[in-house]
């Protein structure tokens, strides 16, 4: 009443969100977001859960999404941090480093090969 009173009634469900998130931390419970290329088997999610479980010594409350553009490998939101363990990011950061650590790799030698012709 106080909300509609003092014309806020947009603010409901950012409070609804605080106040579950309070009621989370009080059980020691934290919301994971998980997202994989293809529905998750209940042995890896299981897996999965009790990993999160010994990181962050809080039970985890699983939510899984398929996402039809992931190649594979899975994402992990944990309230505003994001672990990207996709395959197309591994992929970026083996291009990445292939493109900065090979490119020195490959500059060094031919130096080397100049030197000695």
């Known amino acids: 009443m106080i909300l509609n009173h003092k014309d806020r009634l947009a603010r409901l469900g950012d409070i609804a969100a605080g106040y579950d998130l ?3 931390q009080k059980f ?4 994971v977001d998980v997202y994989t290329a293809e529905s998750i088997a209940p042995e890896q999610l299981a897996s999965i859960k009790a990993r999160l479980q010994s990181a962050l010594g809080k ?14 490998g ?8 994001l672990i990207d363990a996709s395959v197309v990011t591994r992929l970026r950061k083996l291009h990445e480093q292939i493109s900065t650590d090979g490119g020195a790799r490959i500059r060094g030698e031919s130096v080397q090969f100049l030197d000695e012709g």
């Open 59 to 72: 039970e985890p409350v699983l939510h899984t999404y398929t996402e039809a553009a992931m190649l594979g």
């Open 28 to 31: 020691g419970r934290v919301e």
């Open 74 to 81: 899975l994402k992990l939101l944990i309230g505003d941090q």
């Open 22 to 24: 309070l009621l989370q």
